[in-house]
């Protein structure tokens, strides 16, 4: 039982590395906080955390986990585009400006769905690589 789960534990870390090193954001700052989520980009900080709440991740939460490595990743691929202050700033604006339109600042917000359309669209061929390389 405890083998298996450090093995769990090491396999997960070696697809957030293996992740993290391919879209070349392997240096971004990165926190270990317990939380719900999986992931999350701090925009405020600049900051990738990471859940510590999933030592162990089930075969049915693998989608949900690729999916959301990808999302936080792709705002850790735009803070390292713009540097994560200016980007901090365009987030800001395009938040306020759905709210000025009168709509959602997270679910209208132009790097939300292009964060989470980038997870939608790339998870499967981890999921292929990381089976294939028997990490779950
Ligand atoms: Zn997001």
Redesign the pocket.
């Given at each position: 039982m405890l083998i298996k789960e450090f093995i769990s534990e090491t396999n997960k870390n070696k697809m957030i590395a293996d992740l993290l090193k391919y879209h070349k954001v392997q240096n971004v700052k990165v926190k270990m906080k317990s939380m719900k989520d999986f992931a999350h980009?701090d925009v405020d900080r600049g900051v990738l955390e990471l859940s510590t709440k999933y030592s162990k991740i089930k075969n049915s939460q693998i989608k949900e986990f690729l999916i959301t490595m990808l999302?936080?990743i792709y705002?850790a691929m735009d803070a390292k585009k713009y540097g994560w202050k200016k980007f901090k700033e365009m987030y800001e604006l395009e938040m306020n400006y759905q709210i000025g339109m009168g709509k959602d600042e997270y679910k209208d917000n132009v790097?939300?769905i292009d964060?989470?359309k980038f997870g939608q669209s790339n998870y499967r061929k981890w999921y292929q690589k990381f089976k294939k390389e028997e990490l779950f």
């Open positions: 980009y999302h936080e705002h790097y939300e964060a989470e």
